[in-house]
């Protein structure tokens, strides 16, 4: 019977790198610069002002994003690319600190 061992290894390798590609192999860059994506340049303005839902849902338009979210500093995220994302970036008293896209 054959080993496992050695077939497994390669195959977690592929796999993770795999997954470090776009999947239409375009680099991040060239994601972000999409006219339907995000531009995070847009409401720069908004660090230093307290996040508030009203506040996400506006920077979100204004942005052009599909999606946005607030975090704070030990929020769990996930940590997939989406170029379609706004991120408000957050202090422990719910001041943004940075704004970004992905």
Known sequence: MPSTR????PLLLAGL?????SQ??????????RPDSC???????L????????????????A??????ALGPHDIVTLEYNSQRLNLLTDQQG????VSCG
Request: glycine share 10%; with cysteine.
């Open 47 to 62: 660090v230093g002002q307290p996040v508030s839902r009203e506040l996400l849902d506006q920077a979100m338009q204004r």
């Open 64 to 69: 052009g994003a599909k999606t946005a979210r």
């Open 24 to 33: 239409d192999g375009r680099d991040a860059d060239t994601l972000a610069a």
């Open 95 to 98: 001041v943004i600190t940075r």
């Open 6 to 9: 050695f077939t497994l290894g």
């Open 39 to 45: 531009d995070a340049s847009r409401v720069q303005q």
């Open 17 to 21: 790198l795999a997954g470090c590609a």
